[in-house]
């Protein structure tokens, strides 16, 4: 029978396994990496950041002991620029393009401290301009969705988001391994961006694009990739076969000491979700881990610094290999078996827990009738969509899949549907 447990740590050792994995700075700390900022002309931080933020001026803020201000200088580009200084690869991002190299400078963790210093319980930064009289959906409350709905708040917009899950937050409630966005972080930050006013919640309702439109003056989908891509293997109908964006949405949700998890985890899969489950099965306690790509790891989904960090949290990665097909005991997973994509030997790693981590894909919303671009809804430089009064932004569009992207896409289509419901002021 497989060795698949709950419990297998106990509640203060996941806790530590499961806490913040980045410590924060202090102030003195802060400052001092501040101070450290060459201040660039024209800084290619700013130009490698996909919101645009002023980074050395926030950076400079920090620096004279302006926290507050600095805090502003990022939310005006990013209302997600909590959870963005926590989870973007800064490393191929801002912090990668750093022309201090020696090291370059923590730009993240700067970001945070910048955020995570607001005053507390002082007025909401940001204010609604007067109610315009307009109605806005917005289907997804992930960050494109709620990025859009928070900037067509503050033009004095009325916005409705139909979010088909019973909370809130997208892949940062539901996607992002725990230890990344603990302590609940993810909805004190989606309270955070509502407390501006104007936009009302409404879950668990699915939804006919036809119907809002009819409905709303416009209409913006950030519905992410609500589908997983298949693997046609023989074997993946076995109990203890899962899939991990399934499994990642349940560990955020549950109580970890009760969350059944194998001694020995093979994870199908090279991409930050494969990353993201190979590390928490380690530290929910499964003994032995196996990450198995087909490709080598310069193809890899996962950027190098995800990675390592896999491996140093004692994740095996074993390149070049194809799933052949998962072998059985009593109905149960016991194996997986790869062929080489080089010597096309086989491979067999015992295990008593598969996940599945290839991919996710555009799960259209009933009826929209958009037209599509490499499986994903098509859009213009402004998130217009092939229908006139539909924008589209985040994982269900062409891009890089990053919550940063997700909250420029939303950003940069609430100006546009601002723009659009001026010029449509008496229709």
């Known amino acids: 029978m497989a060795d698949i447990q709950a419990g297998r740590l106990s509640g203060p050792e996941l806790a530590e396994n499961f806490a913040d994995v980045h410590r924060p700075l202090s102030g003195a700390e802060a400052l001092a990496e501040a101070n450290r900022c060459y201040f660039c002309y024209d800084a290619p931080c700013i130009n490698a950041c996909p919101t645009g933020i002023d980074i050395p001026g926030f950076i400079r803020a920090i620096a004279t002991g302006n926290v507050g201000g600095a805090a502003m200088t990022i939310l005006q580009e990013n209302i997600f620029g909590g959870s ?5 690869p800064t490393e191929i991002l801002c912090q990668g393009a750093c022309v201090r190299n020696d090291p370059p400078l923590a730009i993240g963790l700067l ?15 940001f204010s609604r301009a007067p ?33 088909a899950r019973d909370k809130p937050g997208g892949l940062n409630e539901f ?7 603990p302590d609940n972080f993810a909805q004190h930050e989606v309270g955070f961006i509502l407390a501006i006013g104007g936009v009302e919640l409404r879950h668990g309702q699915q939804v006919k694009l036809g119907q809002l439109r009819r409905d709303f003056d416009a209409v913006f989908i950030g519905v992410g990739q609500g589908g997983v891509r298949g693997l046609d293997l023989p074997g993946m109908d076995l109990a203890g076969v899962h899939n991990a964006v399934d499994y990642i949405a349940a560990l955020r949700q549950t109580d970890l000491a009760g969350l059944p998890v194998g001694a020995k985890v093979v994870v199908i899969g090279g991409g930050n979700t494969a990353i993201d489950i190979a590390v928490q099965s380690k530290r929910l306690g499964a003994e032995d881990v196996t990450i198995a790509y087909r490709r080598g790891p310069k193809q890899m989904g996962a950027t190098r610094h995800e990675q390592d960090f896999a491996q140093i949290n004692g994740v095996r990665i074993k390149h070049w290999l194809q799933p052949v097909r998962l072998e059985s005991e009593g109905g149960e997973v016991r194996a997986a078996v790869f062929a080489s994509a080089q010597t096309a030997v086989e491979t067999i790693i015992p295990c008593d827990m598969v996940f599945k981590a290839v991919g996710q894909t555009y799960a259209p919303v009933a009826d929209d009738g958009l037209e599509l671009a490499d499986g994903r809804i098509a859009i213009d430089r402004d998130g217009r969509t092939s229908l006139s009064d539909v924008w589209a932004g985040g994982d269900c569009v062409a891009g890089e899949d990053l919550t940063v992207q997700a909250a420029q896409d939303g950003k940069l289509a609430a100006r546009a549907i601002d723009a659009y419901l001026q010029e449509n002021r008496g229709s």
């Open 175 to 181: 996607g992002i391994a725990a230890y990344k966005l």
């Open 84 to 88: 963005c200084a926590r989870v973007c």
């Open 111 to 125: 970001q945070r401290h910048a955020t995570d210093h607001l005053e507390p319980g002082a007025p909401h930064p």
């Open 131 to 163: 109610d315009t009289g307009r109605k806005v959906a917005v289907v997804g409350a992930g960050p494109a969705g709620l990025s859009c709905a928070h900037g067509l708040a503050r033009q004095g917009h009325e916005v409705v988001v139909f979010e």
